[in-house]
């Protein structure tokens, strides 16, 4: 029996593929390879196409004995998501669609999910857990509940079990050195940081320091990408055990200013980081941070890579040895 990864081609995705490769598991990934690289897989058996696209998800469930679904494939950007709504709906709820109605068709019955904190918009308590409001202030993060909520009326109808994994803010790269973070563009903080820091660009822009903040800044809870990917992995053993559907949250409950971070990266890749404070961007809730206390104790999850520092230092032996991704 084979795992299906949508998006396995991406961030997040390949290196949730090397961490089933590394205890031997079977894998088939799907991946438009829009935003993925084939260089970031590690292995598995890879089909290029989109999840719209039914011949092809035809194609990978009659080929493949698929016993799970881990589902990364979705446009990720809240920037993007507020110029270009319809994208998002489009591949994210739509895409999401055809995939569950394959599942069916297929009766491939369980499916982990790659969620966001953006599903609860600005928290009404810090850290957030599962239980809170979700009220996305951004149309990226209303497409993730969306796909979420479509997930709840396949397990109700259909019996297909779920489990969603709400993440915080992923980075940090593989210990291999092998696979990263490589978006194109890349939007995010400390990617963006670390290319000033390759004086690949001029300055980091601060977007917004009149946020309701100690120093002005957004707060966001970064969390390691391998131990996002060692939360997939034992989310599909609680399914493959029987457990019924349900969502985590994966963060290290640990919240840093934008200018903390700049400040860390400083201090870690020892170069000069320009910053220049520039207005806010749409759809940036003030502080997201996370209370995982839910994901320990049902999953038995511990990251273990929860220092900034090394996060961040990981992130930077990615860059300062791959300086144009997987383009070299
Ligand atoms: N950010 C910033 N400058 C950048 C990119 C991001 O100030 O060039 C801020 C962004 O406004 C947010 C935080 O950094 O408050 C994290 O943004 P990112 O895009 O990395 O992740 P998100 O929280 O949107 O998923």
């Given at each position: 029996?084979?795992?299906?990864?949508?998006?396995?081609?991406?961030?997040?995705?390949?290196?949730?593929?090397?961490?089933?490769?590394?205890?031997?598991?079977?894998?088939?990934?799907?991946d438009?390879?829009?935003?993925?690289?084939?260089?970031?897989?590690?292995?598995?058996?890879?089909?290029v196409?989109?999840?719209?696209?039914?011949?092809?998800?035809?194609?990978?469930?009659t080929?493949?004995?698929?016993?799970?679904?881990?589902?990364?494939?979705a446009n990720?950007?809240?920037?993007?998501?507020?110029k270009?709504?319809?994208?998002y709906?489009?591949?994210?709820?739509?895409?999401?669609?055809c995939?569950?109605?394959?599942m069916?068709?297929?009766?491939?019955?369980?499916?982990?999910?790659?969620?966001?904190a953006a599903?609860?918009?600005?928290?009404?308590?810090?850290?957030?857990?599962?239980?809170?409001?979700?009220?996305?202030?951004?149309?990226?993060?209303?497409?993730?509940?969306?796909?979420?909520?479509?997930?709840?009326?396949?397990?109700?109808?259909?019996?297909?079990?779920?489990?969603?994994?709400?993440?915080?803010?992923?980075?940090?790269?593989?210990?291999?050195?092998?696979?990263?973070?490589?978006?194109?563009?890349?939007?995010?903080?400390?990617?963006?940081?670390?290319?000033?820091?390759?004086?690949k660009?001029?300055?980091?822009?601060v977007?917004?320091?009149?946020?309701?903040?100690?120093?002005?800044?957004?707060?966001?809870?970064?969390?390691?990408?391998?131990?996002?990917?060692?939360?997939?992995?034992?989310?599909?053993?609680?399914?493959?055990?029987?457990?019924?559907?349900?969502?985590?949250?994966?963060?290290?409950?640990?919240?840093?200013?934008?200018?903390?971070?700049?400040?860390?990266?400083?201090?870690?890749?020892?170069?000069?980081?320009?910053?220049?404070?520039e207005?806010?961007?749409?759809?940036?809730?003030?502080?997201?941070?996370?209370?995982?206390?839910?994901?320990?104790?049902?999953?038995?999850?511990?990251?273990?890579?929860?220092?900034?520092?090394?996060?961040?230092?990981?992130?930077?032996?990615?860059?300062?040895?791959?300086?144009?991704?997987?383009?070299?």
């Amino acid at each position: 029996m084979a795992v299906l990864v949508t998006g396995g081609a991406g961030y997040i995705g390949s290196h949730t593929v090397a961490a089933l490769l590394e205890r031997g598991e079977s894998i088939v990934v799907l991946d438009n390879l829009q935003q993925g690289h084939k260089e970031a897989l590690l292995g598995g058996k890879l089909y290029v196409g989109d999840l719209r696209d039914a011949d092809v998800l035809d194609q990978v469930f009659t080929e493949n004995q698929i016993d799970s679904v881990i589902h990364f494939a979705a446009n990720s950007l809240v920037g993007e998501s507020m110029k270009i709504p319809g994208k998002y709906y489009h591949n994210n709820v739509y895409g999401t669609l055809c995939l569950l109605e394959k599942m069916q068709e297929y009766g491939v019955g369980k499916i982990v999910f790659s969620s966001t904190a953006a599903t609860y918009g600005e928290p009404e308590n810090v850290p957030i857990d599962e239980h809170d409001r979700t009220l996305p202030t951004n149309a990226y993060g209303e497409t993730k509940l969306a796909m979420e909520k479509m997930m709840k009326w396949f397990d109700t109808a259909h019996g297909i079990k779920w489990i969603s994994l709400r993440y915080f803010n992923a980075a940090g790269a593989h210990e291999s050195g092998k696979i990263g973070e490589a978006h194109n563009p890349e939007t995010h903080l400390i990617p963006i940081v670390l290319e000033a820091a390759l004086g690949k660009r001029p300055h980091i822009s601060v977007f917004g320091d009149d946020y309701d903040t100690a120093d002005g800044t957004c707060i966001r809870d970064y969390i390691h990408v391998s131990d996002l990917a060692d939360a997939h992995i034992l989310a599909v053993d609680k399914l493959r055990s029987g457990a019924e559907s349900a969502v985590y949250n994966l963060g290290n409950g640990q919240g840093f200013s934008v200018n903390e971070v700049i400040e860390i990266a400083r201090q870690v890749t020892g170069r000069e980081i320009k910053e220049v404070v520039e207005p806010r961007r749409a759809g940036d809730p003030a502080k997201l941070v996370a209370s995982s206390q839910r994901a320990r104790t049902e999953l038995g999850w511990n990251p273990g890579r929860n220092k900034l520092e090394d996060i961040i230092a990981s992130a930077w032996s990615w860059h300062l040895n791959n300086p144009d991704g997987y383009s070299k």
